[in-house]
């Protein structure tokens, strides 16, 4: 790890003027399960730290002021500095079981212990080309992507047309995006609401990030509208029991008319550079009961435009099966 | 927070004049030195290094001081400036579990920590389980149980195994096998270590108490 | 004169039951100190610069800028300009400085030039390796064309492992420590450490005699931590520049790059059967890689000597670092594609594979008898009969079960071992042995051994190990510490025996050969009156000690090679996702007399979960055109957790018939079985073989995909 100089804020303010303008002058240190192995390896070197554990606003779990944007819609935050396992535990988040469940994979009690909301939604992607120093993008010395022709099994198969190719590593984003969270960045010029869907981006050149935070920003709160009568549930699709990445995930939350869906939001994870909104699943829901055929139908939909790179075209399967174990999950034990 | 827009402006151009000027400083010379202040927000923040700052950890109920800069993990302030070595180095990379302490009462992988935001919480390494010469119930759980061969692992998975069973007094076999995904053991130990956490809790339940 | 054998089964009263190991309170406190936990005064850390290029010749160094840093101490050129390099991770340059972080920021502002040379990470297909494939000559035995010319069916098939890592959890490494002219003082992590001086002198121009290794206790080394590495010694050269000790431990991913591999072992084999399942004829093309040495070419056709034989390899030289024994050498991969390959023609036959391999086991030579008492034991314990069915599980439902099972063998013996036991006047018994305690529970079992043959409890015992300034002990490797141990202590103990028996004679008016140590009195056998206890006995000695010399090999039969094991899987496999969960494994393994049955059974289960590891997750990831591994870090090496290995249930083989044939080893034998096991009960899951392990999702569902099998079962 190179040296860095180091500033504990107590407020976000304080964390925002100690950040800098580029990405290499400051870094947020939360958990720091992420960010210091990224420092280890080499791959990111801010010349400081800011922690913000130190930052009381920014924990637990709390009903929350309603956005100016929907002033109609109640919501709980989650401070960005919650850990996964107070998550878990929260009893107000019981009717989010999408989310419950998804920081439930996390099957570290270490990770779960220290790693913070917020530096889930934040962390960067684990791409073996990226962690070894090839760039965002995987690019070899004569600028030639590494992961279309290398060891492309765990990479992207949604969003994939290049140039990037890894999957967004957050567990929790497609369950906030399945139950609609918009997130609370605050900068120098103050707070902005952003739909946690819209917080990702993919990169299309070196140097970009995949999410929209500014380096002299700071991810804030994560609010959820309420989720009385929504049926919703994460599958994971994991080779392990104990701590692993998923090969693919799918969240889903379904608003319910009677025995029929009215409403549906799905997202898949760890298949694109982005945690993947799938309007199609969506579609093929809204209107139907749900059934081991509509389900099934809903992960057709979901890998309708997926592409396979030479080696991880068995991810199209996991991703459909995810879409459709979550959507029959939900349905039956989908919480209040 | 709209309110706060030219406040938080005003005092980020402050830090930002201050951190230029700190950012031109050879970040290998080993100068023990004092915080500088760095006004963000509308306060003073202490700014600590890139070289060496005093940290004083409290390991195992004591106090303990040592200068190190802040890139320097708790792993290794306690192994390579503290001499407890019970946490050990493996993958270094928050994955194996073998540096596991308990932080503030909350189990964390120590080579994911920093020495310096570690201070002023009590940190139990396995060594700290004993109560004077005497084992810790989960110690001896381990031992009874075979559930170690090199042991590499063992501290950190014992530390894991009470952080684990102070949320879980009463584990199913179910929750010993979900519970502890967050160390790994290369001799292959896992059946002692199973044993070995369900005979603790049986004894807890039999009116002893975790330290 | 003593007569060396092991005591009858009435007469033990410590060997072969079940004892916590000794050292376990120091390792589960944190107080057992590893080479890696090593501090002594004024230390320096050493970092190394490695080569990111699998093949390269070196251009230019300039280490000037390290050289200047505040607190670097001293810097060591390990490769000069010109060396060419073979594997991505090879250690070019090294410098020690006062802590790590100054020594990897010394580290990083080394200039290193390269000139990259072409380079060959992958074993994929030796017709694509060009000269980089060393075919053998075949080997043929019989008349393989005959008996594939007259076989009533025959069977062609394609079976592979990758290659593998040990990824010891303590890294490789020490703290060398250069004392005054010609000293060294090493902390080593070693499965070796009477031999380690002569490795570590001979590059450092000393006299061996000059050099001692120390070692406490070992987090791990599986076959990869016999000779001193070139870091060890470069450890050496910085701490005599520097003048002050130099700890240097590999990073993780150095560990996964360049600290060992276990080699690849692909085969494409034929078999020639009878209609009733005999076996008359094998055929097999296989090639395998090691990284630049031969990786050697695995035992085909594993286990039985099946007649008519045609087998041709083809080594792979290539630049993924250097192969190291890996427990069991050659074993597991021959086992893997053998016993595949013959649960393939059991099912090919239709036949319970168990009724296949009972068929055709007096292939398996002498220790038939041993595999069907095994067999027929390990398949009472998982429920074989009552749960076995036919290739493919029929029942409704994404998640399919199945059993698969597989046949081992291993040699033993015992390494060269001596030892000194001293007993005091006042009572008290010191042992000292140079061997080393891998984990095994060698400490526990010498004390055993020593303790049950003097009539005393375990605590009597004072032993010291893990210094090669103690007498010889060989390294531990090949499952050969245990009979090695084993048997020099026995030897001594009973050799201390006569000498003091000879001491008490008159008290006890008997002669010599009347009496026997027992319960921690000298007494004339089967006369508790006519007795000393064994202080007063070692009065007897005067004021000097008596020390005596134990050795193996020695008069006397005390050890045996040979052993066979049996093991059986059951797992669940979840063909839409691909995914393997292990259920149950049973392992049903002889070693002779078991000296400590609790640790031989903790290695047993460990040997299971480290099978577990390869069948299901292991491999070493490299990218072709990059020549770097992909995965050098525990997230994507990926190693089974807790809940990922099932129940699993060990049956040691023990008593009449097991016991007198001596002592027998364990380290290597039930690690051979697991990743064939585990595919054959995939197999039998699903339906289909998927045909290289790891048993990855993947590979799970390209084999369904082949079969032409749904994609989508109904929940």
């Known amino acids: 790890m190179r040296a860095f100089e180091y500033a504990s804020a107590t407020t976000k303010e304080q964390a925002v003027g100690l950040l800098g303008n580029n990405w290499d002058d400051a870094a947020v240190l939360a958990g720091g399960t992420d960010l210091l192995s990224l420092m280890k390896d080499d791959v990111v070197h801010p010349k400081r730290l800011v922690n913000i554990k130190e930052i009381a606003e920014l924990r637990g779990i709390r009903a929350g002021q309603p956005l100016r944007s929907k002033p109609q819609i109640k919501l709980l935050s989650i401070g960005a500095l919650t850990t996964v396992q107070e998550l878990i535990d929260d009893r107000q988040l019981q009717s989010y079981r999408a989310l419950v469940q998804a920081a439930e994979g996390i099957a570290s009690p270490q990770i779960r212990a220290m790693g913070t909301v917020g530096g889930d939604l934040c962390q960067r992607p684990r791409c073996w080309y990226y962690r070894a120093g090839y760039g965002l993008l995987a690019k070899d010395a004569n600028g030639e992507a590494l992961v279309p022709s290398g060891e492309n099994r765990y990479h992207a198969i949604l969003g994939n047309q290049g140039p990037a190719y890894f999957v967004s590593p957050s567990s929790l984003a497609p369950a906030l995006i399945a139950h609609d969270a918009a997130l609370i960045v605050v900068g120098p010029k103050g707070a902005r609401d952003i739909a946690a869907e819209e917080f990702f981006t993919i990169p299309v050149a070196e140097g970009e990030r995949e999410h929209n935070l500014k380096p002299n920003e700071l991810l804030t709160l994560i609010l959820l509208p309420l989720a009385a009568g929504e049926k919703s549930a994460t599958y994971e699709v994991r080779q392990k029991e104990a701590l692993d990445w998923p090969l693919a995930t799918a969240s889903v939350a379904l608003k319910m008319d009677g025995d029929k869906v009215s409403a549906a939001r799905v997202a898949l994870g760890h298949v694109a550079p982005i945690p993947w909104r799938s309007r199609e699943a969506e579609a093929a829901l809204v209107g139907k009961t749900i059934s081991e055929a509509t389900a099934q139908a809903a992960g057709e939909a979901a890998v309708s435009q997926a592409k396979a790179l030479s080696s991880n075209g068995y991810k199209i399967q996991l991703a459909r099966v995810a879409v459709k174990r979550a959507i029959l999950d939900a349905a039956r034990g989908g919480a209040k | 927070m709209r309110d706060d827009d030219d406040k938080v402006g005003e005092k980020e151009g402050i830090s930002r004049r201050n951190f230029l000027k700190v950012s031109g400083i050879s970040l290998t010379v080993p100068l023990v030195l004092g915080p500088r202040m760095v006004r963000a927000g509308g306060a003073d923040v202490k700014v600590f290094g890139p070289g060496k700052v005093p940290v004083t950890l409290t390991i195992n109920g004591k106090a303990m001081k040592t200068e190190i800069e802040p890139r320097v993990t708790l792993l290794d302030a306690l192994r390579n400036e503290l001499d407890v070595t019970g946490a050990k180095r493996v993958c270094d990379r928050a994955t194996c579990g073998a540096c596991t302490v308990i932080v503030d009462g909350k189990p964390a992988y120590s080579c994911t920590v920093l020495a310096i935001e570690a201070q002023g919480k009590p940190i139990t390494t396995a060594e700290g389980l004993m109560q004077g010469d005497k084992l810790h119930p989960v110690q001896q759980a381990f031992v009874d149980n075979d559930a170690q061969q090199c042991g590499f692992c063992t501290p950190g998975f014992v530390v894991a195994c009470k952080a684990f069973l102070d949320k879980h007094p009463n584990p199913t076999p179910e929750q010993v096998q979900k519970g502890l995904g967050g160390n790994l053991c290369r001799c292959g130990t896992y059946i002692g270590v199973r044993a070995a956490v369900l005979q603790a809790a049986s004894q807890q339940k039999g009116g002893r108490r975790n330290g | ?715």
């Not at chain 3, 390269?114 to 000559?137: F, I, M, R, T, W």
């Not at chain 3, 398949?379 to 698969?404: F, Y």
């Not at chain 3, 026995?490 to 006890?508: E, I, N």
């Open chain 3, 1 to 715: 004169m003593a007569e060396y054998k092991w005591p009858e089964a009435d007469k033990r009263s410590l060997i072969g039951k079940r004892i916590s190991r000794v050292d376990g309170p120091q390792k589960v406190s944190g107080r057992a100190k590893y080479s890696y936990d090593i501090n002594r005064p004024g230390m320096l850390f050493g970092k190394i610069v490695r080569s990111p290029h699998a093949h390269a010749k070196i251009t230019s160094i300039d280490t000037s800028a390290a050289e200047r840093m505040p607190g670097v101490k001293a810097v060591h050129v390990v490769q000069e300009a010109g060396t060419e390099l073979f594997w991505a991770g090879a250690s070019v340059v090294a410098v020690a400085a006062v802590d790590e972080a100054t020594a990897e920021d010394a580290a990083r502002a080394i200039k290193v030039v390269y000139e990259v040379l072409p380079h060959l990470v992958n074993d994929k297909d030796p017709k694509g390796a060009g000269s980089n494939a060393k075919p053998s000559a075949a080997q043929v035995t019989g008349d393989p064309d005959k008996a594939f010319a007259e076989a009533e069916l025959t069977l062609e098939g394609f079976y592979g492992l990758p290659v593998i890592t040990h990824c010891c959890l303590e890294p490789h490494g020490s703290v060398m420590e250069w004392e005054g002219e010609q000293n060294v003082l090493a902390h080593h992590s070693t499965q070796a450490v009477s031999g380690a001086p002569a490795q570590i002198a001979r590059p450092l121009e000393i006299p061996a005699a000059n050099v001692r290794c120390v070692q406490d206790h070992i987090g791990g080394g599986f076959g990869s931590k016999f000779g001193p590495d070139e870091w060890d010694i470069t450890a050496a050269r910085l701490s005599k520049k520097a003048g002050k000790p130099v700890k240097m431990f590999n990073e993780r991913d150095a560990v996964l790059m360049v600290a060992g591999a276990r080699p690849s072992a692909h085969a494409k084999v034929k078999i020639a059967l009878k209609k009733d399942g005999t076996l008359t004829g094998w055929q097999s093309e296989s090639w395998a890689s090691g990284g630049m040495g031969s990786g050697g070419s695995p035992p085909l056709p594993y286990l039985f000597t099946i007649p008519n034989q045609r087998k041709q390899h083809t080594a792979i030289v290539n630049n993924i670092g250097s192969a190291r024994a890996w427990r069991a050498p050659g074993h597991p991969q021959g086992c893997a594609i053998t016993m595949t390959a013959l649960e393939d023609a059991a099912a090919a036959l239709k036949m319970d594979p168990l009724e296949f391999f009972l068929k055709n086991l007096e292939m398996t030579g002498a220790r038939a008898p041993i595999y069907r008492e095994e067999l027929g034991i390990a398949a009472d314990l998982i429920g074989w009969k009552p749960n076995w069915h036919e290739r493919g599980d029929k029942t409704a439902g994404s998640i399919k079960r199945g059993m698969g099972l597989s046949l081992h063998t291993w040699g033993g013996l015992g390494h060269p071992s001596d030892c000194d036991l001293t007993i005091y006047p006042d009572g008290s018994i010191e042992m000292k042995m140079g061997t080393q305690d891998l984990g095994t529970g060698t400490r526990t079992t010498v004390m055993i051994v020593v303790a049950d043959t003097l009539g005393l409890p375990l605590e009597a015992v004072k032993l010291t190990i893990g210094d090669s300034r103690l007498p010889t002990s060989g390294g531990s490797g090949g499952s050969t510490t245990i009979g090695g141990v084993s048997a020099s202590a026995r030897r001594a103990s009973l050799d201390a025996l006569d000498a003091l028996f000879a001491k008490v004679t008159q008290s006890l008016n008997a002669d010599p050969n009347e009496l026997e140590a027992i319960g921690g009195k000298i007494q004339v056998k089967g006369h508790p009156d006519r007795s000393l206890t064994w202080q007063q006995a070692c009065q007897k000695l005067g004021g000097m000690p008596l020390t005596v010399r134990g050795k193996n090999p020695g008069p006397g039969s005390l050890i045996n090679q040979g052993v066979g094991g049996v093991q059986m899987a059951d797992v669940s496999v979840d063909v839409e996702t691909g995914i393997v969960r292990m259920n149950r494994m049973v392992a049903v393994q002889d070693c002779g007399l078991i000296i400590d049955l609790k640790t031989a059974e903790s290695q047993v289960y460990g040997a299971l979960i480290m099978g577990v590891c390869y069948a299901l997750y292991e491999e070493k990831i490299m990218d072709q055109k990059l020549g770097r591994m992909l995965n050098p870090n525990m997230e994507f090496y990926k190693l089974a957790g807790i809940g990922d290995i099932g129940d699993l249930k060990v049956h040691m083989m023990t008593g009449k018939g097991y016991d007198e044939r001596g002592v027998i080893g364990l380290g290597e034998p039930p690690v051979i079985s697991p990743g064939a096991a585990i595919s054959n009960a995939v197999a039998n899951a699903i339906g289909v073989r998927v045909p290289t392990l790891p048993l990855t999702p993947d590979k799970v569902l390209a084999a369904l995909e082949q079969k032409g099998g749904r994609k989508d079962a109904s929940i």
